[in-house]
């Protein structure tokens, strides 16, 4: 190998004088001086590669020595591994005897630490979401804690441990039994954080200022319900928190918050009414319309039928009512033959009619035309439901509640516009029809009495 680095190091020397001679080949001014100048290359290139031969030997040496080192460092490695892993399987042996040893000197205690954990894990979920914990925090805290510790590194419940677990579930029963005030922040509807006296109704319900409030167990907040329940439970909680231990009747959710999240979640009577959308709105304004044309009907022909009915008791004929007026045709014409008295009062009647009847046409086509509204309603609702479901597909049904309730809402308001304006017609005709009657009766004894004299 050394050889062969000599030959590649001569190579190298011969081709830069070689190099060098053909640079200064311009600077030769003859023959003889070139030979000079190849023979002083070839004397300096000589020296030149007994330096690198005696350089690459001194390298070579330090190369050789490192090479020593590292070799008895790798021996001094594999020695100390061989140690290691002998050290290992005999370690491996001594903890499967000092477990063996443990799971002996335990006994039933593990299927006891087995269940502690567990019964630690449940009550810590109970815990979080117990009103409770809004009056005495940090229970689930130690419970977490004592479930992760004995679940992770299989740490062992000391004496003390164990006691504050049955404390805390004794506490929690305790305090279920009870309708306690403390002071605590509330977090209120509009964002601002307020300390408050707060009533506690065992684990069931949490009220202040007569408003129902909620517990937070993961971020240990109590915050006022944004949409509250109807007036009579707010209602009963003021009741309650202004009470001195009189017996109070009140609403609590035994099942910690559900049915109260559900039933503050229902709508009211004006969002019922917003998700009939416009055509809900166009409904409830004819049909509001149609309610003051009947109870303007309505006021007319019972002042009319007061004034009738007076007349009727009355010898004087006054023209403040269709009856006066109706006889006050006889009066008018005394010497009349009974056919064209009869054809007067025929024309009187027949004037009267159109003021009872005014605006009865309107009433009866509004009771029509109301449900008729609410069907469009109803197609239209269906249509935005069969959009959605094409556009999403029908795994969510809240995309097809919108269509769904404008559906269903316009056809109740259709409904209940048209059942009473139906039936609001059927009585002012009636009572429209009898005034008339009377009038025709009225006006046949006129005639009658006519006739005799005649």
Do not use: C
């Amino acid at each position: 190998m050394f050889n062969t680095v000599k030959r590649i190091a001569v190579g190298l020397a011969a081709l830069s004088i070689s190099v060098g001679a053909f640079a200064q080949s311009d600077r030769a001014m003859d023959l003889d001086a070139l030979l000079k100048q190849l023979e002083e290359g070839q004397f300096a290139q000589s020296q030149q590669n007994k330096q690198r031969e005696q350089d690459f030997i001194a390298q070579r040496a330090e190369q050789d020595r490192i090479l020593r080192e590292t070799r008895a460092q790798r021996d001094q490695m594999l020695k100390q591994s061989e140690q290691l892993e002998t050290q290992f399987e005999e370690n491996e042996f001594k903890l499967a005897d000092l477990n063996g040893a443990l799971d002996t000197r335990l006994g039933s205690l593990k299927e006891l630490f087995g269940v502690l954990q567990q019964i630690a894990g449940d009550t810590k979920n109970k815990f979080y979401n117990s009103v409770v914990s809004a009056q005495i925090p940090g229970r689930a805290d130690f419970l977490d804690q004592m479930a992760q510790d004995m679940g992770s590194s299989s740490k062992l419940a000391s004496i003390e441990e164990i006691e504050r677990v049955w404390f805390e579930m004794q506490r929690e029963m305790t305090e279920s039994g009870k309708v306690t005030k403390f002071t605590t922040d509330v977090v209120e509807a509009g964002g601002e954080k307020v300390n408050k006296e707060v009533v506690r109704v065992g684990p069931f319900a949490l009220v202040s200022d007569g408003k129902y409030l909620e517990y937070n167990g993961v971020t240990g907040t109590v915050s006022e319900l944004i949409r509250q329940p109807a007036d009579r439970y707010n209602d009963s909680a003021a009741e309650l928190q202004a009470s001195s231990g009189d017996l109070v009747q009140f609403g609590i959710d035994p099942t910690g918050g559900s049915i109260l999240g559900l039933l503050v979640q229902a709508p009211n009577l004006q969002e019922r009414v917003e998700q009939g959308g416009v055509v809900g709105y166009i409904i409830l304004i004819v049909g509001a319309f149609g309610l003051l044309l009947a109870l303007e009907r309505l006021v007319t022909l019972s002042i009319t039928r007061m004034k009738v009915n007076s007349q009727l008791k009355s010898t004087e004929v006054k023209t403040n009512n269709p009856l006066g007026r109706v006889l006050k045709v006889r009066d008018e014409h005394p010497n009349a033959d009974v056919e064209a008295l009869e054809l007067h009062l025929t024309e009187a009647i027949l004037g009267e009619v159109p003021k009872l009847s005014r605006n009865l046409t309107i009433i009866k086509i509004i009771s029509v035309v109301a449900p008729l509204m609410g069907l469009l309603g109803t197609v239209t609702g269906m249509i935005n439901t069969f959009q959605a479901i094409t556009l999403f597909g029908t795994g969510d049904p809240k995309l097809m509640a919108g269509g769904i309730s404008t559906a269903l809402v316009t056809t109740v308001l259709g409904l209940v516009v048209a059942i009473p304006m139906t039936l609001l017609y059927a009585m002012l005709n009636t009572r429209s029809k009898n005034i008339v009657y009377i009038l025709q009766e009225q006006a046949s004894g006129v005639i009658a009495e006519r006739a005799e004299r005649g």
